[in-house]
């Protein structure tokens, strides 16, 4: 392995308070986005594909959009992610993982803890430093490590500080400056001294049994152990994700509408088949790139926006999201449960009435903690979905947007609430009367106040659990509170008139219950 320089320098920088940045931090997100897109190509295509080509080309416009506000680009790597200035840059999605994909975690791992960009870097420098992420992540045991490679390369427009993990175990706040430390051996030395060894060896003529040695061409156990690992890891690669990256590239950086029209319908039917086999990280993967496409185009045409905004919309459909419910709902087991997370999280609002359903129909106890985590998602996002839920002629359902309602404390909630203190059955009475109560808010107040002639005896269950919040909102006129002793009072003559004739059924006798 190549040896990196060995000098260092103090990163004065960890020292300092942090410091605003002199400009947004938009258009460096859009660079290291771009970063990440282009070392993608370089990886999937040859330089003369056009998608290679258009990733190069708005990789170099993200430069100049930079070097529009500064001169030089300093970014921090952390564990998990990129930073300038102390503004994480990268993407949130790469940055929960550990793996070659996450550009933070691939220059940590090696000791590399910090990148400046000069001006000029976008000329001819970055194509070299695409390869060696490359390199990096196709690397070995055996291989240099990115410092290394970083440090052969002999850049002009890229220094790099990095962390001497040997000497330091990966700790320390000392960061190697990348310089060179001395004059590299001479090429024509180093050649004449092997030429020299190797005549001098076959002018003794003597025949070594260690030249035939059979062994020497054999792999030891380290280096079958690596062939292993190379193997495994190259077929736990998802290519299902990749073809869908694949296809997003070509739809962003093809602009005639018949081969944006074939992508589209590709990934529909990709869609269909990744649901079919199982596959949920490449089906969120699809459904959250395809968003993001959306938001990158705004050219779109009407049609073709409309087409990707149905493919959330087909998974959240009733009838295909119960047939996905139901699978999963089997004892044999459900897939690792990021997976799901990441696929739940691309529900939209005509999910919740199938959602809150499942909440009491599903008999495995991880798919009802997701669900429920998922309800929870829906509800706050769509308030206008759960209020119009409450009035649904599904019970399991209407209870299920009754209970989330009260929780949110959604004041549009309220008049359906009050229609169903009249309307609904005596559990969904019960469960609108909790609820407002919950809000708390002038309208359901007076909504409270029906429940004394219509619903008498959930006032009688309600009442007491509820009494010192129900005291702070009961007024006698709009200027005046009653004290705490008067609501008493007021409360238990209420209850006294309106339980009159249900007690006997109710509670048992009357002289029992006073």
Known sequence: MTAPPSSSVTDASSNLEPVVPPFSPTPVVELVRLVVKAARASQLYLPNNPIYQGAINALRAGFVTVWNETDALVLTLTEHDIRWYGVVVSDAAQNATKSSDNLAWLFHKDGVRELTFQKGFEEEEFTRFLAIIHRARKAGADDDDLVAMLWEADFTFLTYGYVDLLAQGGEGDDLGDGGEVGPPPDPAAVRESTKTAVEEARASGIVMVSDFDATLYFLDDREIEYLHEEIRREYAIDLRVNIVATLLDIFETQHDPEIRDEVIEDLHKLMVYLLTAG????????LRESRAAIQRNPALSPEQRSRLEALPERLSAPEALSQLLQALDSPVGIPPQEELISLFDQLQAAALSTVFSWLGKSQNARLRELLEAAAGRLAAANTGELVRLIQTSDPDVSAEAIRRAGALRAQAAVLPLGKMLVDGDVGRRQLAVAALMEIGSPGATRNKKNTITATPNIVTTIIP????????????????????SDVRLTFRSLQRQALAASLPTCWGPRSDWI
Do not use: P, T
């Not at 596959?279 to 699809?286: E, I, M, S």
């Not at 659990?465 to 705490?484: G, N, Q, T, W, Y």
């Open 279 to 286: 596959q949920f990280r490449g089906v969120a993967y699809l």
């Open 465 to 484: 659990a509820r009494f010192s919040r129900i005291e702070a909102i009961i007024h006698v006129s709009r200027d005046k509170l009653i004290s705490r």
